[in-house]
């Protein structure tokens, strides 16, 4: 068996960083990363401060008002009608936000909501949505050929009604088809009666997703000019920093709420957070895919930043 080295061999630089990462970025205890380093709680508390020492990790310490000026900035500078940021990006945080905006929207007696996926409105929903009684709520999009939980939809739109007191309404389609088999499925009465409430929804809630290049065969495919630009997609709506949309192939297919649609949605809710996801919410903004937004200090930052600093 391969001895472990001991002492200060075993505090390097990039166990600092992976402590760090393990502790600060995905949340996990000391505890939690002691274990999955294989290590003991003391050296976690020795990389973490030996983390800060050598400038791994900076601790920002948010004023209390810091976080509602910053969403009052970021709101007027991108034209939002508002914008929550909250300094964690635990669920039960962001689902206080989003309670919130609902409550403020007055929206009407049986709304319609249109629900995204991926994982923050997932985390949202799992946290608990305001009671919406007598209200529907729909899919934006067909499912995913994928395993994951934060792309299964109508599993989104049955916990949402189940805990709003809304009626679920399910699309049991691919999000994408053949041209084809997508005329067939619009003739179909009940898709036809699922999709005609796209034209009707009063409340989005809505992930902005992140592209990244060869994201394997179920990702979609750009004219070779095109796939550079991608930074993320709304409801496989993807668009570029400026907020260009970008065709793919197979686009005509899809099984979802159009762009325009959205656009036309005057309560439009998007969830992200992370500084990964800082350029992609500015995209959707631009692209005007929502006109709220509910994020983290870290996005909120990045994305003050960005404005202020690059020519976009």
Sequence with gaps: ??????????????????????????????????????????????????????????????????????????????????????????????????????????????????LGWGRMVQAVIAAGLPPLPGGTIIPVIGGMEETATHFQINEFVRLAAEQSGAEARFLHAPSTVSAELREVLDRDPGIAALTGLWDRADVALLGVGQFQAGSGATGPRFAPGDAGRVIGDVARHYFDAEGHEIAWQGQQGQMSISSAQLRRIPVSIGTATGREKALPIIGAVRAGLINMLVTDIRAAVDMAEIMRTRSI
């Design 1 to 114: 068996m391969t001895r472990r080295p001991r002492g200060k061999k075993l505090l390097t630089r990039s166990m600092m960083h992976m402590a760090a990462r393990l502790h600060y970025l995905d949340g996990h205890s000391q505890i939690e990363v002691a274990k999955r380093m294989e290590v003991s709680t003391a050296t976690v508390s020795r990389l973490l401060g030996l983390a800060r020492e050598e400038g791994i990790v900076h601790i920002h310490v948010t004023d209390p008002g810091e976080a509602d000026s910053l969403g009052e900035d970021l709101a007027a500078t991108l034209g939002l009608k508002a914008v929550r940021v909250v300094e964690s990006d635990r669920a039960a945080a962001l689902g206080i936000h989003v309670a919130a905006l609902l409550k403020e929207a007055r929206l009407p007696r049986r709304p319609v909501m249109a």
